[in-house]
């Protein structure tokens, strides 16, 4: 038998004897649901010379199964009026449908053909292939974009965290479908999955179909100790990326947010605390940070603060785009309200953030697709999946102390800081770095 623990009123968590743990969020008051297959697999768990396989697989998985092929693929989940997506990350691959709550089983046998069948047509490979070089080579000729994989870089550094998602155009063009076969073997695996599904569907039925589809899914090939992640070290560095056919430069800065106590709760608690942060330096338009750069002192249009997240790691991101002659106004002007924020938070943007932060869960809770996700992320992140009206009183509890905390503990911390765009030097960015220190 399969551990339970929840109830049929709320979010139903059981591990499967393989370790698949299958995950249902039901929503009631909706006639929609999404289902899908999470696995704990990306970038991270690539090297030099595999980094993007996990891209080309998520792209590959729906090139054709033992029983249909792409055509079939598609107009299965289409009849039935069916969204079908995927996406790959630093630490995770996943596979997902929305459509009728009552097509619900239908959308997981289809998600699971993808997932667990997959042949991976040596002629479809060859063509996804050329499209994907494609799609590296618009990402890399994008500035935006571009500033966004050297963030990763000035972070991490050479680890792979620090690697692009998508891969180097080189990898690409040579995978072949042996490598692809190798790494589904070694990550497409029991214990790095997580079925899921929210909306109004019948979860018992559900789960007895997800358990019939995955109970044979093969473990690791390894101990499981030696697949537990492990968080890649902070490196902090300054890096540049010139691009002489725009007129503006792309920053991003980012600081380390580590958790303090490995508890699911408190971890949750170092979460939203984390996004509490966030908040209250850059969202919204009445923000210090968007008050100051861009009402007050007109350096930039956009501008905004963020955590960066995953399963073991996260980071505080500030993001602007300017002109070269107010690059050094900006960074200087960001550098000084993150001090004033590890000094003292002003209760009235702290009050600003809980708000933003509650009305983004609740409206996340009201669509199926964002719970399932929020659920898994949390799942991944903690082991457990709080309930909303934990969450909620959770950040009304959060103190200004905790969230100084953060802005402080961020600052023992060298930035990592990318520019790209006109006028991008590796010496500019290190100069940034230094203003930012104070």
Do not use: C
Not at 90 to 105: C, E, I, P
Not at 280 to 293: C, E, F, K, R, Y
Not at 340 to 349: G, K, Y
Not at 404 to 420: K, Q, S
Request: charged share 20%; glycine share 8%; proline share 5%.
């Amino acid at each position: 038998m399969a551990s339970i623990s929840g109830s049929p009123a709320a979010t139903v968590l059981r591990t499967l004897p393989n370790g698949v743990r299958l995950l249902a969020v039901p929503m009631p008051q909706v006639q929609s649901a999404s289902v899908g297959v999470f696995l704990r697999v990306g970038s991270r768990d690539e090297t030099p010379a595999t980094n993007g396989i996990s891209h080309v697989l998520e792209h590959m998985a729906f090139k054709g199964t033992a029983t249909r092929s792409v055509q079939a693929i598609n107009l299965d989940a289409e009849r039935l009026g069916a969204d079908v997506n995927a996406f790959t990350g630093k630490d995770s691959t996943a596979y997902f449908m929305t459509g009728l709550g009552r097509h619900a089983n239908h959308l997981l046998s289809m998600t699971a053909d993808i997932v667990l069948n997959s042949t991976f047509p040596e002629d479809e490979l060859q063509r996804e292939l050329e499209v994907i070089r494609q799609e590296a080579i618009e990402y890399d000729e994008d500035p935006q974009d571009s500033a966004d994989d050297l963030l990763d870089r000035a972070i991490w550094g050479d680890a792979s965290m620090g690697m692009p998602v998508i891969g180097t155009l080189e990898n690409i063009e040579g995978f072949r479908r042996d490598d692809l076969v190798r790494h589904v073997q070694a990550h497409y695996v029991a214990d790095k999955t997580i079925v899921a599904a929210a909306g109004h569907f019948d979860v018992e039925g559900w789960m007895a179909l997800a358990e019939e589809l995955f109970g044979a899914m093969p473990a690791s090939p390894a101990a499981p100790a030696t697949q537990a992640p492990v968080p890649a070290a902070y490196v902090g560095q300054a890096l540049a990326r010139r691009f002489t056919q725009v007129s503006q430069v792309f920053v991003n800065i980012a600081y380390p947010i580590a958790p303090s106590d490995p508890q699911a709760v408190a971890q949750t608690r170092w979460r939203l605390t984390a996004q509490l942060a966030a908040n209250l330096l850059g969202s919204g338009m009445s923000s210090p940070l968007s008050d100051t750069i861009r009402e007050k002192l007109g350096l930039a249009y956009t501008v905004d603060a963020s955590i960066d997240k995953g399963d073991i790691w996260a980071n505080f991101v500030v993001s602007a785009v300017t002109t070269p002659d107010k690059l050094d106004a900006l960074v200087a002007a960001t550098g000084d309200l993150l001090r004033a924020h590890a000094a003292a938070i002003d209760p009235v943007h702290l009050e600003r953030a809980r708000n933003q932060l509650t009305v983004s869960r609740v409206r996340t809770a009201e669509r199926t697709y964002g719970t399932m996700e929020q659920a898994v992320e949390e799942l991944l992140a903690t082991g457990t999946v709080m309930p909303m009206d934990e969450a909620l009183a959770l950040i009304e509890d959060i103190g200004a102390h905790e969230v100084r905390a953060v802005f402080e503990g961020m600052l023992a911390h060298a930035p990592a800081v990318a520019i790209t765009g006109k006028g991008a030097t590796a010496r500019q960015a290190k100069g940034l770095a230094t203003r930012l220190a104070g």
